[in-house]
């Protein structure tokens, strides 16, 4: 489903951020993102979403080399993307309904199925009864977990978690790792960034980067 | 088609959300424009007044037509029955030689023996009041005129009515010159209001972006709060004109009897008013959907 074949990235001049990285992540599959600081894990999401472009290399998505793929269609790509950015980039000037609400009025639906969709997210991810509240009003993990709830709004086909646990105590986390568990567990592709991979009991692919190489390549960690 | 709909109505939503949070701003804009077309406006009032006036004028031309000293009775009996029959002709007036004689006398105080002239020097003549003062008509009427036996000459006293008529054109030239430069400065000045609600909106729009809008998805409200303020601006125009014609009258009213009679504008017809705002929503969308496409993209 995403393949990257040598792919390399940096940032105007400097140094490479992602040296040859290569994997392929099928449909369905858990994914982690793992490495420290400014290892390149963001970045790696990034040009999986194709919010940046690799400085060399292929990046596959559905058969489609994404270097291919015109201005215009770049929209229709990044809807089947779910996106939870590592700053939320949440909306303050819109209640939680409506930031939850923006993908849906991005993507054409209806008025009447927009609450009820809305609601169903904002309901999975604890905040239902917080929909008019501004976000700015809401702590840290409620941020955290509204931004889980716009990505998750528009049923995307894949889930990509920029460390949707940082900043969260353990309980907390575990409540939202069993959010994106069970949309994989429905067929969900669930790419996820975060410092180190979980010690739960689940199956899951780990790509661990160390100074912007892929280190252990894929389907390592295999726990069960 | 619904979902066509659908967008356009949220955008529509969306910018009217937009216009309210910055209502001052954009109470600012709506007067700008307002005022601005106030001005073009305010001058086409004046012209149509004026050209109304002109052709209320236009009925009473006249021609002066002026027969050969040799006419025969007959002939000129002749020339009478065909100018009656004239539909262009409100009144025909015969003037016989001896009568223009007579007040011309009366007017020099002369006596023709004191003159030493013992020749009565004058022609008959027809005076002809038209009821209308088309160009074409009378033209060929000139013309038909001048061609029948015994006329010696035509004169068409409407000269001053065809300058007037001129000026008038000018002015509406001058106008339009006016409202077209007018109208370029509006595109600019709502283009750059526009142009700093995307920047305001930056985040917004990075956010849409990110998750999949297209360009003319997020750009779709900033062309509605331009064709807003265009609407905006266009009423305060309306009412601008309406304020202005009634204090005119109003004055015009107290100096009645200086001025001899009562001179009142009218309003602009309903349709030039209808002009007026779609001209103006046009500009609004017009400035925003250069300004916020092109802002757009460097976002
Ligand atoms: N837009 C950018 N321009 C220039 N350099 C960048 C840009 N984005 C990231 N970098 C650099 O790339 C490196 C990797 O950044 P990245 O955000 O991918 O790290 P990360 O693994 O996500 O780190 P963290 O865990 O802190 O989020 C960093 O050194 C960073 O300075
Ligand atoms: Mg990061």
Known sequence: MIKFNNVFKRYSGAKDILQNVSFEIHSGELVFVTGSSGAGKSTLLKLISAIEKPSSGDIIFENQNLSDLRGVDMPY?????????????????RNCFENVALPLAINDTTSIDISRRVRAALNKVGLLEKEKLMPITLSGGEQQRLAIARAIVSRPAILIADEPTANLDKKYADEIMNIFYSFQQVGVTVIISSHEAPKSPIRFKEFHLIHGELIKPQDVSLLS | MFHYFHNHIQAFLRAVIRIKSNWPSSIIMILVIG??????????????????LSSKIEYEAEISIFLDQTISQDQINFIGSALKQT?????VNFEPKIRAWEKLQEKLKINSLDAGISENPLPDAFFVTLNTLDNNIVES???????LEGVKEVIIDSGWIKKLRSILYLIKVGLLILGTLLAMVLIVVIGNTIRLQTLTYQNEIEVSRLIGATDSFIQRPFIYTGIFYGLGGSL????????ILELFNRVAFKFESILGGLIMLTNLPPSKYI?????????????????????????
């Open chain 1, 77 to 93: 790509l990044r809807r089947k993307f779910g996106m939870i950015f590592q700053d939320h980039k949440l909306l303050f000037d």
């Open chain 2, 35 to 52: 005022i601005t077309l106030c001005l073009p406006a305010t001058g086409f009032l004046l012209v149509e007044n004026a050209s109304q």
């Open chain 2, 87 to 91: 539909s262009s002709i409100e009144k």
């Open chain 2, 141 to 147: 009427l000139h013309k038909d005129i001048k061609n």
């Open chain 2, 236 to 243: 305060v125009t309306g009412g601008l004109l309406t304020v």
């Open chain 2, 275 to 299: 002009f007026i705002t779609i001209f103006a929503m046009a500009l609004g969308l017009l400035a925003s959907y250069f300004s916020a496409s092109r802002s757009i993209k460097t976002i």
